[in-house]
């Protein structure tokens, strides 16, 4: 069963940076991830993903300011965000899904708060 824990969330000042991670594990196929974020009372919307092949995409409102990465190796997704704004306060979410069967899952998420 694939499991994802996501760290790094926490409050920061408007400009300032953090740098999200998620942990994958019970990985067993081919597969791409990205970060969602959900604020109050919004949808969830995709943030950024990066697919097996390495290619990544961005949300329109993030590029510039964010970057994804993954390290295949040891299964861990990064975001880390630059020039942060109120705007991007939210729950971030990992999410993984399979290639073969569509099959998706879900972190926790962690808070990103970020202050005017």
């Known amino acids: 069963q694939v499991q994802l824990v996501e760290s790094g969330g926490g409050l920061v000042q408007a400009g300032g940076s953090l740098r999200l991670s998620c942990t994958a594990s019970?990985?067993?196929?081919?597969?791409?991830m990205a970060w969602y974020r959900q604020a109050p009372g919004k949808e969830r919307e995709l943030v950024a993903s990066?697919?097996?092949?390495?290619?990544?995409n961005y949300a329109d409102s993030v590029k510039g300011r964010f970057t994804v990465s993954r390290d295949h190796g040891k299964n861990i997704l990064r975001l880390q965000m630059n020039d942060l704004r109120p705007e991007d306060t939210a729950v971030y979410f990992c999410?993984?899904?399979?290639?073969?069967?569509?099959?998706?899952?879900w972190g926790q998420g962690t808070q990103v708060t970020v202050s005017s």
């Open positions: 990066i697919s097996a092949g390495r290619n990544m």
């Open positions: 999410n993984l899904r399979y290639l073969n069967n569509d099959a998706v899952y």
């Open positions: 019970g990985i067993v196929a081919i597969n791409e």
